[in-house]
């Protein structure tokens, strides 16, 4: 079966921020940087995602573009190891997880985008979100987002997913300005640009730990690096392209989004809602929400802000579904139409119980993904620096320009050191106070270290002798 790819640049750029902004940047980023101190969260956000973000991006992209393949046939083609082959398979079975409870807030929404017309959840904001969130609406509203989602995955690369965020993206962007001009008229603006861009140094060292947990979560969740989505965009691109640029690129366009985003969202929580943390996960439905109310014209705004939403929450979806998708394509040659409705109706099974159960949704949206992401790109790191080596350096400089080629040595040992054991002591550190443990740094950073040291011993151990070498390519 021919394999496809992307018609140009720009093409697979779209795509990538596509998948990157999501609903990790409209939803999930305010709610999250509220409940985290505001700037303190941003500043770190930030950070992580330049300076462990992008060389994070650029170890998926040479593992993808190297291999041609899904996440699961690139390390088994790569490597020729079992170890490294269920590194694939973690990203196949993360992105089925993310799918499961993204798909109900991507339900949440499309029922508010159609509810906007009459003012339905205008009245009491906080008792329509808690009567809809949950329970068989809720399971239908989902259906429809799968069922829309499969559609776009279905039709192909370029006939789907390029040509829908072609659309999309552009769309959000603007839409999204808008927005942020007219909240800046809002009465509440000013306190919620304190808060969200004057930083707290004292919240920040009073909760470093907490807080760097969910920054670094809320970075990788957001590039949508760890789940194995920008392994698969990149196996679709040609040999041509500079991968640390268009690294990048979606860097930029990501957290520039994200922080439009909270100037969109900040200033109308702090406006109309309670305060920053009204609503939690629901702040979006609960907090904004009640702006529309109480504003001339509440309904076509709200219409167009949940319009936003929506399609950033189908550009997420469709890459998480291509994981699946290019596995089954690639290593059982399926047809792309086959493989998709048999994905449709895992997900309609997995993503029901997300749906019926607040106690399932919030395992997987607030906790279990932050840890596989984190541990996903860890392993990303460790593969491309100690498994692929050499072969990695040559993947990265080809194509590269003159100015991202003097760093090609420093980012192969940078993310085969120091960034992965940083994932790995946020790792730890999500996990002990998961478990309602009290850890102190150093105990944590001893923890990192040491597995680090066994990953790059396990790393160097696998490299079997059929491994690709520099001038080699995986068919």
Sequence with gaps: MVRESWTSRAGFILAAVGSAIGLGNIWRFPWMTAENGGSAFLLLYLLIVLLVGVPGLLAAFVIGRRSNRNPVGAFKSLSGSRFWTVLGVLCVATSIMLMSFYSVVGGWILRYFLESATGAYFAAPETHFAAISYGAEAFGYQLAVLAATSLIVAAGIRRGIEASTRVMIPGVVVLLVGLAIWAARQPGAAQG??????????????NFLSVLGAAAGQALFTLSIGSGTMITYASYIDDDRSLPLDASAIAVFNLG???LAG????????????GPTAGGPGALFIGIAGAFASLPGGRLLGAVF???VLLAALTSLISMLEIPVSFLVDEFDLERSTATR????????????????PAVFTLFADQLVNLLLILGLTGFMTYTAWVLGPAAIEEYLAGAGRFSRPLVVPWRYAIGTIFPAFLLFTFYADVTALVGLSAGTGPLLVAAVLTLLALVFVARRSVSENR????????
């Excluded at 969202?265 to 309670?274: D, E, I, K, N, T």
């Excluded at 690709?468 to 068919?475: G, H, K, L, N, T």
Aim: glycine letters at 8%; a negative charge.
């Design 306 to 308: 949940f319009l936003v």
């Design 468 to 475: 690709p070498q520099p001038s080699e390519r995986a068919d």
């Design 342 to 357: 048999g994905l449709f109706a895992l997900v309609v099974v997995t993503g029901g119980v997300n749906a019926f159960s």
């Design 263 to 274: 100037l969109v969202v900040f200033p109308l929580l702090f406006s109309f809602a309670p």
């Design 193 to 206: 640009y304190e808060f969200y861009l004057a930083f707290d140094g004292a919240y920040l060292a009073a």
């Design 257 to 259: 989004i994200g922080i």
